[in-house]
């Protein structure tokens, strides 16, 4: 599969498992808009304030006809977890073998402490109702990307 890189293009479709069982599959979604955020790990500093942020905005998103969905490589186990310990409101989903991150283009080289490793780019999607791309927020910074994000959505 191609991987994302303009808004305009389709998303590209997935089914993977949720938190609290079961599945998410994007496609069932069309017709209304969906945000997918893609983080790095359960349970980090980062990924937490983001989750929860996300989750203290969940009802402004619903309302806004917008469906949140948390993407990392972390288990559903792990997933249940971080729900349960911090009372989040947002479907996560599971990409343990990293292939819906790889057709988002958000599976990539990242370096710390001079060492250079693959791992999930903060980024977030936002996909309109029919289906294909509206905004595209790539290297996200935690602070304050909520509110971008719920106001594209607003406006869209």
């Known amino acids: 599969m191609t991987e ?3 808004v305009g293009q389709p998303a590209p479709d997935f ?3 949720r938190d609290g069982g079961g599945e998410i599959r994007l496609s069932a979604l069309q017709g209304g808009k969906v945000v997918l955020y893609f ?7 980062g990924c937490t304030t983001e989750a929860l942020d996300f989750t203290a905005r969940a009802a402004e998103f619903a309302a806004a006809g917008t469906t949140v969905i948390g993407i990392s490589k972390d288990s ?3 997933h249940d977890k971080f729900v349960a310990k911090h009372g989040l409101g ?3 989903v599971s990409d343990e073998a ?5 057709d988002y283009g958000v599976w990539v080289e990242k370096s710390m402490y001079g060492k250079t490793y693959m ?11 029919d289906g294909r791309l509206a905004q595209i ?13 719920l106001a594209a959505a607003q406006a869209l």
Do not use: N, Q
């Not at 983080?39 to 500093?45: I, V």
């Not at 791992?119 to 109702?129: N, Q």
């Open 98 to 102: 990293g292939t819906t991150c790889e």
């Open 15 to 17: 089914t993977l498992p």
């Open 137 to 149: 927020w790539r290297k996200v910074s935690v602070p304050g990307h909520v509110d971008a994000v």
């Open 4 to 6: 994302i890189t303009a």
């Open 39 to 45: 983080y790095p790990k359960d349970d980090t500093p």
């Open 76 to 78: 559903v186990k792990k």
């Open 90 to 92: 947002i479907a996560l």
């Open 119 to 129: 791992g999930i780019e903060r980024a977030t999607f936002l996909i309109g109702s």
